[in-house]
Nanobody, 118 residues
C-alpha cells in the first residue's frame, strides 16, 4: 500500500508565495507520473501541473509562469512552488501519483487548503 502525505498549504495574501510538498511512503513501489490538482468549492477537480517519469512538465494555462512543479525522485516527493498567487488560486490542492507495485494505480493525497486573500 502507498500513502501520499501533503504539506505546505495555508493562508497568503495576493502576490505571495507558497510551496506544497507531497511525499509517497510504503514499500516495493515505483513512482511514474506525479501531478497536482485543485478543486475550488462547487467546481470540478482540475489538473494544475504534471511531471512525467522522464521529467517533462506541463501546466494549466491559468498557472503558467507562476507555478513550478518539481520532484525529488530519491525521496518520492513532488513539490509545487506557487508564486504571484491570486484569489482565484484558492482551492484544495491534491497531489496524485501513478504508482507501480504489481500493476499501475493512481493514488491521491488527502488535500491541503490554499487560501489567497485579496
Amino acid at each position: 500500500q502507498v500513502q501520499l502525505v501533503e504539506s505546505g498549504g495555508g493562508l497568503v495574501q495576493a502576490g505571495g508565495s507558497l510551496r506544497l510538498s507531497c511525499a509517497a511512503s510504503g514499500s516495493g513501489f515505483s513512482v511514474n507520473t506525479m501531478a497536482w490538482y485543485r478543486q475550488a468549492p462547487g467546481k470540478q477537480r482540475d489538473l494544475v501541473a504534471i511531471i512525467t517519469s522522464g521529467g517533462s512538465t506541463n501546466y494549466a494555462d491559468s498557472v503558467k509562469g507562476r507555478f513550478t512543479i518539481s520532484r525529488d525522485i530519491a525521496k518520492n516527493t513532488v513539490y509545487l512552488q506557487m508564486n504571484s498567487l491570486k484569489p482565484e488560486d484558492t482551492a484544495v490542492y491534491y497531489c496524485s501519483m501513478i504508482v507501480t507495485i504489481l500493476y499501475e494505480a493512481r493514488y491521491w493525497g488527502q488535500g491541503t487548503q490554499v487560501t489567497v486573500s485579496s
